[in-house]
């Protein structure tokens, strides 16, 4: 079985000390490609380093750079050229997204405004050096959606424009995501037995356009619940997906490892180059 663990914050200060062992377990549990998640500059700089250090012909790593909309009120000038910089010689350092960008109206940490601005200009980079766009999205599924129609309406979005990562929004939302070439990413929440919304869009889209993740060490899945969480339970992630799906898991595993591929540019013949 290969799996694509698609977002993963090695860089939390919970995996201090510990990444060789960690990749070690993914890839006993068939983990076969990892992305390292960002979500401001300095954990930017950390993927790119994990990255440059950790990946190996036996399970090859990848990076996402780009600032959350938690931190959207310290980015400024410096922050964009970082991003310009580092994507400009993305093959090179093993990006293969810019992330995770969005929105998020749940904790507000950055004023609503500034946040939609912040996402406009990293919606502008993406496009400008054609990376693919990790989006989060927390109680904003409107402004976010209003955002992204106005891009994919002007021709300001790629082909295949990114994955809404942790997917929580409705079998209407997920379904205009996908018609506008998003793919879903789906973690631990998958597993509980009080998601509901889940199963109903896993059902209600096309398995091509599914992804694994754990968001790990957060999001932790049925049975590790309450233990901090790690790449390797990804495969928990897939095989409830699979269930869901009336699918075999291996099944499942490799049109998801696939789809990653896809996404991210990874190249069938070479796991070391992006297409």
């Known amino acids: 079985m290969r799996l694509f663990e698609t977002h993963a914050h090695l860089s939390d200060e919970r995996f201090d000390g ?3 062992s960690i990749l070690s377990r993914a890839s006993q549990a068939g983990v076969a490609y990892l992305t390292v998640a960002s979500a401001d500059g300095a954990e930017s700089r950390s993927s790119i380093d994990i990255v440059r250090q950790y ?20 980015f400024g000038e410096e922050d964009e050229a970082f991003l310009r910089d580092v994507l400009s010689r993305r093959k ?14 749940f904790y507000d940490n950055s004023p609503r405004e500034i946040q939609r601005e912040v996402f406009r200009k990293q919606l502008d980079i993406a496009f400008a050096y054609d990376v693919p766009i990790v989006l989060h999205e927390r109680d904003a599924a409107q402004d976010s959606l209003t955002i992204l129609r106005e891009y994919y309406a002007s021709g300001r979005l790629r082909g295949v424009p990114g994955v809404c990562h942790c997917f929580s929004g409705s079998v209407e939302t997920g379904r205009e995501l996908v018609r506008m070439g998003f793919y879903l990413g789906f973690d631990g929440p998958i597993t509980f037995k009080n998601n509901k919304r889940a199963p109903e869009v896993l059902l209600s889209v096309p398995k091509e356009r599914l992804l694994i993740e754990t968001d790990c060490p957060y999001l932790t899945p049925e049975p590790h619940r309450g233990q901090r969480n790690e790449p390797a339970y990804v495969r928990n992630v897939l095989e409830k997906m699979a269930a869901i799906l009336s699918l075999d898991p ?26």
């Open 250 to 275: 291996e099944v499942l595993a490799e049109v998801t490892t696939e789809n990653g591929k896809r996404l991210f540019g990874i190249e069938e013949s070479s796991s070391e180059s992006f297409a």
């Open 92 to 105: 090179d350092l093993r990006i293969c997204a810019l992330g995770e960008i969005g929105l998020d109206y």
């Open 18 to 20: 510990e990444i060789p």
């Open 55 to 74: 990946s190996s012909a036996t399970l090859p790593l990848y990076c996402m750079v780009g600032y959350h909309p938690h931190v959207a009120s310290s």
